[in-house]
């Protein structure tokens, strides 16, 4: 009964995780889309909201590597899924404060919040499916 109550909290956490990965996406794609005109679609903001779910219930709480000498190097995947997580998080956070800030920034910078979401979502995406296969 133990096992099972754990397993249920631990989808509850990961789903939990993923909807705030989904909020963040949208967060991008309202940011990305009204700064660059082609990327105005419902379509493009369902995308970075799947992109944002993935990531962040794949990348998020991933199976670490136990520390002992069998295992002495560095685990890729963990720091990829760091990595993903900062540059997802980091191009969230910009596009909420454009947002909420009402500020104007330069073309340029829209497009990289846009490279740094689907960058860090893909290495969340990757790291995660990756630290996963090693089970």
Sequence with gaps: MRFRVRKTAHLFER??????????????GAYVGSA??????QGFLLLMMLLGF????LGIDTPQLPFDDAHSTIDA???????????????????VAVIV?????????????????IAGAAMQIVGGAKARMRK
């Design 15 to 28: 789903v939990g995780l993923a909807m705030a990965g989904a909020a963040c996406g949208l967060f991008v």
């Design 36 to 41: 660059i005109a082609p990327l105005t679609t």
């Design 54 to 57: 993935v990531g962040f219930y």
């Design 77 to 95: 995947a963990e720091l990829l899924s760091a990595a993903g997580t900062l540059c997802a998080a980091l191009a969230a956070l910009a596009s």
């Design 101 to 117: 800030l009402r500020l104007e920034p330069h073309i340029g910078f829209a497009w990289l919040v846009l490279l740094g979401w």
